[in-house]
């Protein structure tokens, strides 16, 4: 059988993985003063971060239609395809999951859509395992165990430097900024079957880089390691310095996209690592 994986544009996987490892991608869509621009297009993600926190409205995020995962489902099927696999975050966060699952109806059994639970990278790194399994023509399920596998060993650290775009998106509910905003703590927060948990703060940005240093080392030998980001190169590029040779493959850094980015703010830092 011949497997396709398709994801979006929240897994943040750079174009040369993209191509690499023959993932199709749908993009998101992000909206700024009522102007819609597909995510990747028209603004670039220095600009975003840098325009942010001066935006009069606040940025918000829209998800393509059905229709766009229906368009890309059967151009992909037209190459020869027999099933895909469509990897995207959770319902709860995103409509883009909802988009997929509905696509799927003028196709049958021939799409399985997954709940990566997650974003950025650490859905990107299951589109990746999914990916080369496919690569090498394993069945279905074999496929679908792998990603699995691989999903247990995801590890997703962030740190804001502020709770105030959390709290502006509306998504997460224990996100009242006013306290850490008025103390300029730097909140950490991971995600969960969907569900974005926050894991402490440190009350310095130093403090907190050295907490994401100390979180890293503890996870041992990685398989896979992505540094994130927000508009905050230099640190990510020292953090990277730091564990490079703590990876089998070969990591990397992603300035987070801005349909992502619009809900976390400027001057973040974090991680996604795959132990082995």
């Known amino acids: 059988m011949k497997t396709a994986i398709v994801t979006d544009s929240t897994a943040d996987l750079p174009e040369n993985l993209l191509q690499t490892y023959q993932i199709h991608s749908i993009p998101a869509t992000l909206v700024i003063n009522g102007q819609s621009f ?34 890309t489902y059967q151009n992909i099927f037209q190459q020869g395809y027999d099933h895909i696999i469509s990897i995207h975050p959770p319902a709860r966060l995103s409509g883009l999951f909802n988009a997929a699952r509905l696509a799927t109806n003028n196709f049958r059994s021939r799409v399985t859509v997954i709940d990566s639970g997650t974003v950025t990278l650490s859905m990107g790194f299951q589109a990746i395992s999914a990916a080369e399994a496919a690569m090498k023509n394993l069945p279905l399920s074999e496929i679908l165990t792998t990603l699995e596998n691989v999903r247990k060993r995801i590890h997703l650290l962030a740190m804001l430097d502020s709770l105030e775009y959390v709290r502006r998106s509306g998504r997460v509910s224990w996100a009242t900024a006013s306290v850490g905003t008025l103390l300029q703590l730097k909140p950490f927060l ?9 894991l402490g703060q440190a009350r310095t940005r130093h403090k907190g880089i050295e907490h994401l240093y100390e979180s890293l080392r503890r996870l041992g030998s990685l398989e896979r390691l992505a540094i994130l980001h927000t508009n905050a190169l230099d640190d990510a590029q020292k953090m990277m310095q730091e ?19 619009t809900h976390v703010g400027p001057n973040g830092l974090g991680f996604v690592a795959v132990v082995e």
């Not at 600009?47 to 229906?70: D, I, K």
């Not at 991971?190 to 926050?198: M, P």
């Not at 564990?243 to 980015?261: D, E, H, L, M, R």
């Open 38 to 71: 597909v995510d990747g297009d028209e603004i670039s993600r220095d600009e975003f971060y840098q325009q942010l926190p001066t935006m009069e409205t606040p940025p918000s995020t829209a998800t393509p239609s059905s229709g766009v995962f229906q368009e």
């Open 190 to 198: 991971t995600l969960k079957d969907g569900h974005v948990l926050r």
């Open 243 to 261: 564990f490079a040779a703590q990876v089998k493959s070969t990591p990397f850094i992603v300035n987070v996209t801005t349909v992502i980015g």
